[in-house]
């Protein structure tokens, strides 16, 4: 190869590893917005879990305990269907 072949082709070399390069950054561009939404969904969850969780946890307390009174059962019933 002359000088000016070899030019040509460490241009082109060039290039191509550019465009890659440009590819990679804008790959990593979309990944970091959609990992962000990813980890609020996550939180939300994690979150409506824990609710449902302690409301639960009330009503297996509810049904096993030995309650002669129906309106301290109405009581946390409606103190249920208040919360979110």
């Known amino acids: 190869m002359n000088g000016g072949e070899m030019m040509v ?14 590819a990679r950054y804008k790959a990593a561009d979309r990944i970091q917005p959609q990992m962000q939404q990813d980890n609020a969904d996550a939180a ?8 449902l ?13 030995n309650n002669d009174s129906g309106a301290r059962l109405d009581r ?6 208040d919360r979110p």
């Open 9 to 22: 082709v460490l241009i082109v070399l060039v290039a191509v590893v550019g465009k890659i390069i440009q």
């Open 76 to 81: 946390e019933i409606e103190k249920l269907r």
């Open 53 to 65: 969780k302690e409301r639960i946890a009330v009503l297996e307390r509810l049904a096993t305990e």
């Open 44 to 51: 939300r969850q994690r979150d409506e879990i824990r609710v």
